[in-house]
């Protein structure tokens, strides 16, 4: 007996490996997906500018690390005791300017190497809405709680928004034609847009990616996983939600992660998976007794698997 419909996932053409190079950037819930490669210790980078919502913002981002357009003082702005950037979230902010531009600049170098570099990139693709600049006309990645009336909302078209994906992925294939390109739309619900305006921004953006993803050269290097998809038909119950009833959580999270890594890492990397999960479980792991020789026999031998690890794969740390 079946209690709820399963999504159809295509297995992955270009799957994931601990040979990857991963470059994840998007929503709150690309950070998820990228704790889960975090945990299995694959090689990824994740939001080097924080989380980004709206696909023009993601565009911007990496049009300036591709064309190493860097940072001067004319992209900044003093507020509230601090330096900011429209184009990059508030985690980044800083009160000493100099110091600002600097760590601005050290990461669009860095993100430079970073997507040069990768076998994969996934989008997480948060919403439609955005919010433009009054001053510079300009779509704003996060507004640093400047008083709203200096930004005007709008809603992206199916069409604005399939051309920036284009865009992106016109200008990551500059420096990298080899890189595959993973699309998702975050389940996270945007409900302080308004019920009907959450689910308009994100038929938007799925209408655009499927538009993007079903008009490919043959080569298909794009792909599309249904995160959203998921959340809405499988785990269609506020129980698969946290307490704010927006973000999916824990056990949402690990429902997804688990079609992911089935659909998209290489089933070759699974047994490296377990074993890493099994450090990462030790590591965690407190005994009522640090002292006793049991303890010690354990922490000997979870050092003797850590080692054997890194000795296969260098770049692993814990």
Same mark, same amino acid.
């Given at each position: 007996?079946?209690?709820?419909?399963?999504?159809p996932?295509?297995i992955?053409?270009?799957?994931?490996?601990?040979?990857?190079?991963i470059?994840?950037?998007?929503?709150?819930?690309?950070?998820?997906?990228?704790?889960?490669?975090? &945990?299995y210790?694959?090689?990824?980078?994740?939001?080097?500018? *924080?989380?980004?919502? %709206?696909? =023009?913002s993601?565009?911007?981002? /990496?049009?300036?690390?591709?064309?190493?357009?860097?940072f001067?003082?004319?992209?900044?702005f003093f507020?509230?005791?601090?330096?900011?950037?429209f184009?990059?979230?508030?985690?980044l902010?800083?009160?000493?300017?100099?110091?600002?531009l600097?760590?601005?600049?050290?990461?669009?170098?860095?993100?430079?190497?970073?997507?040069?570099?990768?076998t994969h990139?996934?989008?997480?693709l948060?919403t439609?809405?955005?919010y433009?600049?009054?001053?510079?006309?300009?779509?704003?990645?996060n507004?640093?709680?400047?008083?709203?009336k200096?930004?005007?909302?709008?809603?992206?078209s199916?069409?604005?928004i399939?051309?920036?994906?284009?865009?992106?992925?016109?200008?990551v294939?500059?420096?990298?034609?080899?890189?595959?390109?993973? &699309?998702?739309?975050?389940?996270?619900r945007?409900?302080?847009? *308004?019920?009907?305006? %959450?689910? =308009?921004?994100?038929?938007?953006? /799925?209408?655009?990616?499927?538009?993007?993803v079903?008009?490919?050269?043959?080569?298909?290097?794009?792909?599309y996983?249904p995160?959203?998809?998921?959340?809405?038909?499988e785990?269609?119950?506020?129980?698969?939600?946290?307490?704010?009833l927006?973000?999916?959580?824990?056990?949402a999270?690990?429902?997804?992660?688990?079609?992911?890594?089935?659909?998209?890492?290489e089933k070759?990397?699974?047994s490296?998976?377990?074993?890493v999960?099994?450090?990462q479980?030790?590591?965690?792991?407190?005994?009522?007794?640090?002292?006793?020789?049991?303890?010690?026999?354990?922490?000997?031998?979870?050092?003797?698997?850590?080692?054997?690890?890194?000795?296969?794969?260098?770049?692993?740390?814990?």
């Amino acid at each position: 007996m079946q209690f709820f419909t399963t999504v159809p996932i295509a297995i992955s053409t270009s799957p994931i490996s601990y040979q990857s190079r991963i470059v994840s950037l998007g929503s709150c819930f690309a950070e998820n997906i990228a704790d889960k490669l975090h &945990f299995y210790q694959f090689q990824n980078t994740v939001n080097p500018f *924080g989380i980004i919502f %709206n696909p =023009i913002s993601i565009e911007k981002i /990496i049009r300036r690390a591709i064309h190493k357009d860097f940072f001067s003082e004319k992209d900044i702005f003093f507020h509230n005791e601090s330096w900011h950037s429209f184009e990059v979230h508030s985690a980044l902010s800083h009160p000493e300017k100099d110091f600002f531009l600097k760590k601005l600049n050290i990461r669009v170098r860095d993100f430079f190497h970073d997507i040069s570099t990768a076998t994969h990139l996934t989008l997480t693709l948060g919403t439609s809405w955005v919010y433009k600049s009054n001053a510079s006309r300009e779509i704003v990645a996060n507004c640093h709680k400047v008083p709203q009336k200096e930004f005007s909302k709008q809603l992206l078209s199916v069409a604005e928004i399939n051309q920036s994906l284009i865009n992106i992925v016109n200008l990551v294939r500059e420096i990298n034609s080899d890189c595959h390109f993973i &699309f998702t739309i975050s389940p996270v619900r945007h409900i302080k847009d *308004g019920f009907v305006e %959450n689910q =308009i921004s994100k038929s938007n953006l /799925i209408s655009a990616v499927y538009n993007l993803v079903q008009n490919q050269l043959p080569e298909s290097t794009l792909s599309y996983f249904p995160s959203y998809e998921i959340m809405m038909d499988e785990l269609r119950d506020y129980r698969f939600y946290s307490e704010d009833l927006l973000h999916p959580n824990t056990t949402a999270i690990d429902y997804i992660w688990s079609k992911f890594s089935a659909t998209t890492v290489e089933k070759t990397s699974y047994s490296t998976m377990n074993d890493v999960e099994t450090i990462q479980k030790g590591l965690q792991h407190r005994s009522f007794n640090a002292a006793s020789i049991s303890h010690q026999k354990f922490l000997k031998n979870l050092d003797e698997k850590i080692e054997k690890m890194q000795s296969k794969h260098p770049f692993m740390k814990f």
